[in-house]
């Protein structure tokens, strides 16, 4: 074999080695913890109809190239959130959606308390430099005014706090128009946890700002 064709072979391997690791590194895997309750765990559903699959398939068909992680733990609180955070923030975790305070609300906690462990969750995530999707819930009003202004405020003002993305609640694709009465159709019988086709459009309401959190993992 002469010099010549020793080189153009020579060449065509190395524009060969090239493009094969210019697609490694674009197709670089983003992988995301979801860490919540019950909501997150798709309590009542089968498991291919839960919010977590169900967002993954979505993010999926946006072409992200992203991995999701089911941190829903059914009942817990804010506080089991803090606790477990420390180990669901392992090293192949680049964002979290921390979608948590439904089961604060449902034992009447202090906000105050709901505060400090949501706290602990951000400060966590930032210590790990996770990127965070903070999503909000809101207190009714059967607890007073001054216990729902202190508990709404909690979300909106940690995740301004610690610059991460928010959303404000994780209802918001059912509450279209305001008609709260409209989304009992996308409810389970418990009137607490969304049947499939009302994660379905959580998911639809959520995804874009998921989006943009697998964004801003890829920033850092």
């Known amino acids: 074999m002469g010099y010549g064709a020793v080189e153009v072979i020579r060449k065509a391997l190395m524009s060969g080695l090239f493009v094969c690791c210019g697609f490694a590194a674009t197709a670089e895997q983003v992988v995301i913890a979801a860490l919540g309750d019950s909501l997150t765990q798709g309590f009542g559903l089968l498991e291919q109809d839960g919010f977590v699959p169900q967002l993954q398939r979505w993010l999926v068909d946006q072409g992200a190239n992203v991995r999701l992680i089911n941190a829903g733990v ?3 609180t804010t506080a089991g959130g803090a606790a477990r955070v420390g180990w669901t923030l ?3 975790v680049d964002g979290m959606i921390v979608a948590l305070g439904g089961n604060d ?3 009447g906690i202090d906000p105050s308390v709901s505060r400090a462990n949501v706290e602990s969750i951000l400060s966590s995530a930032q210590e790990a430099d ?8 809101q207190a009714p009003g059967n607890y007073g005014p001054d216990y729902k202004q202190t508990f709404d405020a909690i979300f909106p003002d940690l995740a301004q706090q610690y610059q991460v993305l928010y959303a404000d609640s994780f209802f918001e694709g059912l509450q279209a128009g305001g008609d709260l ?3 009992n159709q996308f409810m389970q019988s418990d009137g607490i946890h969304p049947n499939s086709e009302g994660v379905a459009r959580i ?5 874009p700002i998921v989006l943009e959190l697998v964004d801003a993992t890829k920033q850092d």
């Open 90 to 92: 392992t090293p192949e």
């Open 105 to 107: 609300l449902l034992r």
């Open 203 to 207: 998911v639809e309401a959520l995804g």
């Open 130 to 137: 996770v990127e965070v999707l903070l999503i909000g819930m």
């Open 74 to 76: 059914s009942g817990d």
């Open 181 to 183: 009465r409209a989304a």
